[in-house]
């Protein structure tokens, strides 16, 4: 819980972030601390919002830290703007204290010059003194004995000082296991420092074990790390490296290009804020390790960290092929109960399956603008985002499908209503609004008896098997004027008094396609439909 002095010290801080807000909206910051919550409503009354900057409108900017901050959020700055805006990149808040330099935002301020769409914006840091340092604690209940794991290549060669007083660690080349037990319970800080030139992997592939966590072993949890700062010198991130750490709360990422190759942080229950600025990604692909051992990398890199709440990914690069990413499990954010918004980066043109399933509090995806024109969606992508009431912007992509079940139930169980579908999709996918298997295996379908209506653009062609199996679905809008190709289970399952519109000179041509014959009795034209 901590020290008395660090709850005043949090207390001191609220109070000053509290008396910045109440000024910059123009009111008088009262003398005694309790008269503080007071000013702050009379200046909402009178029209004000809870956040100083821009004027309200219908786009989010949020500026994310790495590392909790005073008043236990993550969230440096959250404004609303009006499409178009022009946003000036805040002060970063200053970490010196916690052995952090701020480096900059992932984000230019020419970024955020005319803004179309959300923004998420991470504050970089980087630890004071180059080194990468761990915080852990140790004890009888959580042990006093850790391991560490390295892949040291070309060359290079490390010295870990544990922070106890010991003598430092100095490594051997190649694969580099050492394990480190402290004489009393207590807080410590382990420094690694580069001491030869090559590249440093933390965590490796062993012949006995094909994948390792630090501290522990694969399904099993640790308790000792609470926060992690890597420097520069690390390039690379082994598979099921934080795996399970369940008091890990922060980490600081290198601030180059840097490989991640699956499982990264998994199980981590503490974990608050990434900011991945320039990760290269590896996802469902296969390689071999200096020992010749063949292992399948990818996926669930924050799966089920419950308390994940900002997520900013500037880049992300995959060197899987398409069909790996689509038929194979993703996982990356499933579980992750708290994650309310999620920008995907105009680098990443395939979302893999089940990438944001089980996020219940999801409202909103977010993509960026992309040079590319096809975007390929998962199957089950959105599954079990119950807070998603409206089907996000694609930013201009043309949605990929090809009918297939690997692109089918992308939103299995989530909360939209009334359904607008994008004008950049051109394929409907097999049970995509559906219901179907939820995310981890269980085979009850549900139904997505919130959706109410749905309106069709002229840009989809198809239409898969069971994409509308909705029981409470009564209103349907088909705007093209060729009759999209279905199945005779696209619409099965939906209200026995739904109707379907469609435009007015066509309304024949539906009645008698293939397929759509069958409801000829609920076609109607669109100028028929209800205001």
């Excluded at 821009?54 to 993550?74: C, K, M, N, Q, Y």
């Excluded at 960290?305 to 038929?327: D, F, G, H, P, W």
């Excluded at 029981?471 to 026995?496: D, E, K, L, Q």
């Amino acid at each position: 819980m901590g020290t008395i002095a660090e709850k005043l010290q949090i207390i001191a801080d609220v109070k000053a972030e509290l008396a910045q807000v109440i000024d910059s909206h123009g009111g008088t910051v009262p003398t005694a601390f309790p008269d503080y919550p007071e000013e702050v409503r009379n200046l909402i009354e009178a029209g004000g919002s809870e956040e100083p900057g821009e004027p309200v409108g219908d786009i989010e900017v949020r500026f994310v830290s790495p590392v909790p901050l005073p008043g236990d959020t993550t969230t440096i700055l959250r404004i609303f703007v009006n499409k178009g805006a022009n946003v000036e990149l805040p002060v970063a808040p200053d970490l010196t204290a916690q052995g952090l330099t701020f480096q900059g935002w992932t984000h230019t301020a020419a970024e955020l010059q005319n803004i179309q769409r959300d923004v998420h914006v991470g504050a970089i840091y980087e630890p004071t003194d180059g080194k990468t340092r761990l915080f852990v604690t140790v004890n009888q209940a959580v042990g006093r004995s850790l391991t560490l794991l390295f892949n040291l290549k070309g060359g290079a060669a490390i010295s870990i000082n544990w922070g106890d007083g010991t003598a430092p660690s100095v490594s051997t080349a190649g694969e580099y296991e050492v394990t480190h037990t402290y004489a009393s319970d207590g807080d410590y800080q382990i420094a690694i420092t580069k001491t030869a030139n090559g590249t440093i992997e933390l965590g490796w592939t062993s012949t006995s074990d094909t994948q390792r966590p630090l501290f522990g072993t694969i399904w099993n949890y640790s308790y000792q790390l609470t926060k992690a700062y890597l420097s520069n010198d690390i390039t690379d991130i082994g598979e099921w490296t934080f795996h399970g750490q369940q008091s890990l709360y922060a980490i600081i990422f290198p601030n180059i290009p840097m490989t991640i190759r699956g499982r990264l942080c998994s199980y981590c229950s503490q974990l608050r804020s990434i900011v991945l600025n320039n990760t290269t990604y590896l996802t469902f692909s296969t390689f071999k390790d200096s020992k010749g051992i063949t292992s399948h990398t990818g996926g669930e890199n924050f799966s089920n960290c419950v308390r994940l709440e900002n997520a900013v990914i500037k880049k992300m690069v995959t060197y899987a092929t398409q069909s790996e990413l689509i038929t194979t499990w993703g996982r990356d954010f499933i579980g992750c109960f708290m994650l309310a918004s999620i920008v995907i980066p105009s680098t990443m043109d395939v979302v893999p399956r089940y990438f944001l399933a089980n996020c219940y509090k999801l409202m909103k995806a977010i993509f960026e603008a992309r040079s590319s024109n096809v975007l390929n969606i998962g199957a089950y992508c959105f599954s079990q985002a119950r807070a998603m009431k409206v089907m996000p912007d694609f930013a201009d992509a043309i949605l990929y499908a090809d009918g297939s079940a690997n692109y089918g139930y992308v939103y299995a169980q989530a909360g939209l209503e009334d359904v607008v579908v994008p004008s950049n999709m051109n394929h409907i996918t097999q049970g995509m609004f559906q219901g179907g298997s939820v995310a981890g295996g269980a085979s009850e379908n549900f139904d997505l008896a919130t959706i109410r209506s749905v309106d069709i653009p002229d840009s989809v062609s198809l239409m898969g098997a069971n994409a509308f199996n909705l029981t409470n679905i009564t209103t349907i809008v088909v705007r093209r004027t060729t009759p999209p190709t279905i199945s005779a289970s696209t619409f099965g399952g939906i209200h026995p008094f739904a109707k379907i519109y469609v435009p007015d000179t066509n309304v024949n041509a539906y009645k008698a396609a293939t397929n759509w014959s069958v409801y000829a009795s609920r076609i109607f034209p669109l100028s028929q439909k209800p205001a």
